[in-house]
T-cell receptor, first 111, second 114 residues
């Protein structure tokens, strides 16, 4: 089955700096890669996603890149703000409606 | 507003007791999922259902049971056979089709043992 690894597990950045979270996957059949943000006591919320026919996608301060050959994808947050502090999860799916999650990254943005 | 509602937000289980967590969605999604979240372990799949009256075990189904009698409802029962039930439980749903679609999550139920 699919195995998704996520790094780092914790990340602290100064406000205004960039944050990068990386994930790798093992199943070459995976073709959909969402990223979720989870705030304390809440469920994960989708923040951006990418499909395997695209190499990069951007939405304001958030971008995701995908390297299918190397089987890795990354989340980039620029100009970080304190409200970006949360746990971020990557996931991979292969059109079978099953999703495989990374173990999460706890991001702290220091004012 | 469309979404997923989980209840209760907090639940306490006594020794030998079965408890049921509720999950309701009004998004008209076909597929529904239950995940268990423990610190540092991400989301682990307990059960999922892609259609009414059908469901499949996930990676950690032992000690849990589900039913899918209605499209909008997917309750999870934590049985007394689950010896370590303390965790945060998340319900999710998604549209099914040729391509995967984003999952929508509820705000979870935190289960603790007394």
């Amino acid at each position: 089955g699919e195995n998704v690894e996520q790094h780092p597990s914790t990340l602290s950045v100064q406000e205004g700096d960039s944050a990068v979270i990386k994930c790798t996957y093992s199943d070459s059949a995976s073709n959909y890669f969402p990223w979720y943000k989870q705030e304390l006591g809440k469920g994960p919320q989708l923040i951006i996603d990418i499909r395997s026919n695209v190499g990069e996608k951007k939405d304001q301060r958030i971008a995701v890149t995908l390297n299918k050959t190397a089987k890795h994808f990354s989340l980039h947050i620029t100009e970080t703000q304190p409200e970006d502090s949360a746990v971020y999860f990557c996931a991979a799916s292969n059109s079978g409606n099953q999703f495989y999650f990374g173990t999460g990254t706890s991001l702290t943005v220091i004012p | 507003d469309g979404g997923i509602t989980q209840s209760p937000k907090y639940l306490f289980r006594k020794e030998g007791q079965n408890v049921t967590l509720s999950c309701e969605q009004n998004l008209n999604h076909d597929a529904m999922y239950w995940y268990r979240q423990d610190p540092g372990q991400g989301l682990r799949l307990i059960y999922y259902s892609q259609i009414v009256n059908d469901f499949q075990k996930g990676d950690i189904a032992e000690g849990y049971s589900v039913s899918r009698e209605k499209k909008e409802s997917f309750p999870l029962t934590v049985t007394s056979a689950q010896k370590n039930p303390t965790a945060f439980y998340l319900c999710a749903s998604t549209m099914t089709g040729a391509f995967s679609q984003p999952q929508h999550f509820g705000d979870g139920t935190r289960l603790s043992i007394l």
